[in-house]
């Protein structure tokens, strides 16, 4: 036959192998020699150089395997041109072996025989259709959601670890970023096909010792033994550099998520479980669609979705309350006004403290609606107060700069004081300093021609501060916890307090400290001139019913005071 390259050993698992079933399409490819030998069946016509470049411009592919099929030939000429460590790549096609034939799955096997350069030289090809058994299997693999019939899939990653005791292995689990939008755009077909072509593609990827699946609509998962983490990161740019970036017109990314199995004895649906983790705590990172599953990530995602699934609930069922924090005349210890804090009471989970759901929220934009909550029950509590005879103090709302662009918040705060008939300079609200990224001048700009009052919340905490007062358009600064306890502990840091104070207050702008704690930091705040404060020395953030107690204490006993 004139078979170089093929030895002894070869040539008996050949011969073997064909023994043992007759109904395939065997073929050897020497592609040094450009020579084709059938060795079963005549899919390939004598005299051709390379069968693959064939199959794939004939016929006997079917269209919707040819992007697929287009794949594996291009990984064949590159073993063959930069060289390869396999020996033995997979895949299903749709197929017929003749033009009156229907197309059947077909499931193609190449034996790739190298040279002493790894450079591939020669191949041997086998065709087989699927027994509906097969059939069967398969049709379940690509169908099946998370929920139906995991199974098999997990029959397949068992065998692979068995089969890999000495060797890791790692759950790779992507999606289509903003599929859903894909979908929306170019219609489902066109989403359906873009999936196919992922299926498609990872059939040509993945040997038999990655087993993959179509997890739900754009979840796919890959489970791969590795020996070195670096090859996790290759298999995935490989994936990526063969799947491309568009299909169709239609341009999409990949995001990933990898878990490496720690613990063999435990459920696969477990390491899946992480893989899904991991994934989503990168969505939406422009720089980066690779995310690596640890024990911290689970936790604060699970944090994560916890909070986020009882959000929506939780505005029905008015869980959201507000706390208010009195803010006080260091030298006369009179309430001056409050602060608005937001508390969820979670029917389960007890009290939870902003810190643990406000950056949530500001990440899925679900802040502006507890926001808006909060300035409405702060309204309402100043016109419940007027209503009730107790004289009213201003009450400064949080503003979260996520929506700064994107909503009216002027608007808002106009339609708000006209609904409950509130002097405007009893609502007041903070924005947090920070360079002017968001447009926050104007905004703070606007909110005061209307009459409102704004505070830069948190001043000192981040850069540029003594640059920004230069311009700001701010009423008042709020001196931040941090910069008030750091720069406290030394003279120079006290000094730097005392300039602060006055220099702001030559050029106007009023002051107010938070997060005073201590007796001593009072009496320093009030020998610069600051004469208002909040902090923990003086109350937590309270209920707004025992906020309610101390203002009429103060009213009575200034009525007692007259007297
Ligand atoms: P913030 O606006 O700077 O509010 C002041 C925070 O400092 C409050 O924490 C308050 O309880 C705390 N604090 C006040 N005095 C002291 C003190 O003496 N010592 C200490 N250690 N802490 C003190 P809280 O209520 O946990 O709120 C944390 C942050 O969450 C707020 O910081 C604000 O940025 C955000 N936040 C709270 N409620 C809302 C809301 O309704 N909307 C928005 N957008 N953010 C909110
Ligand atoms: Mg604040
Ligand atoms: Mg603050």
């Known amino acids: 036959m004139g078979i170089n390259f093929w030895s002894e050993d070869d040539l008996k698992l050949l011969t073997d192998t064909i023994a043992a079933d007759k109904e395939s399409a065997h073929f050897l490819w020497n592609c040094r020699e450009s020579r084709v030998v059938q060795l079963c069946g005549d899919v390939i016509p004598e005299g051709i150089g390379d069968p693959f470049a064939y199959l794939n411009s004939s016929k006997f592919v079917k269209e919707t395997s040819l992007a697929a099929f287009g794949m594996l030939c291009a990984r064949i ?114 989403g359906d096909r873009l999936l196919k072509y992922l299926k498609d593609s990872l ?25 070195e983490e670096s090859e996790i990161i290759d298999f995935i740019h490989k994936l990526e550099e063969n799947i491309g970036k568009s299909y169709e017109g239609i341009e999409f990314r990949l995001v990933f998520g990898v878990c490496i199995v720690e613990d063999r004895t ?82 389960y989970k007890g009290l939870i403290p902003p810190n643990q759901f406000v950056p949530i929220f500001e990440k899925n934009g679900f802040i502006l609606k507890l926001d808006q909550l909060m300035w409405e029950k702060a309204c309402m509590k100043i016109r419940a107060w007027i209503d009730e005879g107790i004289e009213p103090v201003p009450i400064s709302v949080n503003i979260s700069r ?86 406290m502990e030394s003279e120079r840091g006290r000094k730097i307090i005392a300039h602060t104070i006055s220099m702001s207050r030559d050029i106007g702008l009023n002051i107010i400290a938070e997060g005073v704690e201590t007796g001593a930091q009072a009496k320093f705040l009030q020998s610069c001139g600051c004469d208002a404060a909040q902090g923990f020395y003086y109350s937590k953030p309270i209920p707004v019913e025992e906020f309610d107690r101390q203002l009429h204490e103060k009213a009575v006993e200034g009525e007692r005071k007259k007297k």
């Open 266 to 347: 435990a459920q696969t649906r477990t390491h899946g479980d992480n893989a899904t983790l991991a994934r989503q705590s990168i969505k939406g990172n422009a720089l980066n669609n690779i995310g690596f599953y640890n024990g911290k990530l689970k936790n604060d995602l699970y944090h994560q979705h916890y909070i986020e699934d009882d959000m929506t609930n939780a505005i029905l069922n008015n869980e959201f309350v507000m706390f208010l924090q009195p803010k006080y005349n260091i030298s006369t210890g009179e309430i001056i006004g409050a602060e608005a804090l937001a508390r969820w009471m979670h029917p």
């Open 77 to 190: 000429n590159s073993f063959i041109e930069d060289g390869t460590e396999e020996s033995r790549i997979a895949a299903d096609f749709s197929m017929r072996f003749s033009e009156d034939e229907d197309y059947r799955m077909c499931h193609m096997t190449v034996v790739i025989l190298s040279d002493n350069d790894k450079r591939a030289v020669s191949f041997f090809v086998t065709m087989r259709f699927f027994r509906e058994k097969h059939m069967a299997e398969r049709r379940i693999l690509d169908n099946f959601t998370s929920d139906k019939s995991p199974e098999i899939f997990a029959r397949h990653i068992k065998r692979m670890m068995d089969c890999n005791p000495e060797r890791e292995i790692a759950f790779i689990q992507f999606d289509v970023e903003r599929f859903k939008i894909i979908n929306d755009a170019y219609g489902e077909k066109a």
């Open 203 to 227: 059939t040509v990827m993945c040997s038999d010792e990655q087993p993959f699946a179509r997890l739900t609509a754009d979840v796919f998962m890959v489970v791969i033994p590795f020996d």
């Open 402 to 487: 996520e929506y700064l662009n994107t909503f009216d918040v002027v608007g808002k705060f106009n339609e708000l004081v006209e609904k409950y008939r509130i002097p405007i300079h009893l609502l007041e609200a903070e924005i947090t300093e920070s360079y002017d990224a968001d447009n926050t001048s104007d905004v703070v700009r606007k909110m005061k021609s209307c009459g409102f009052t704004m505070l830069m919340d948190d001043f000192g905490s981040g850069f540029s501060s003594l640059n920004m007062l230069k311009t700001t358009p701010f009423d008042v600064l709020k001196i931040d916890r941090g910069f008030l306890s750091e720069f």
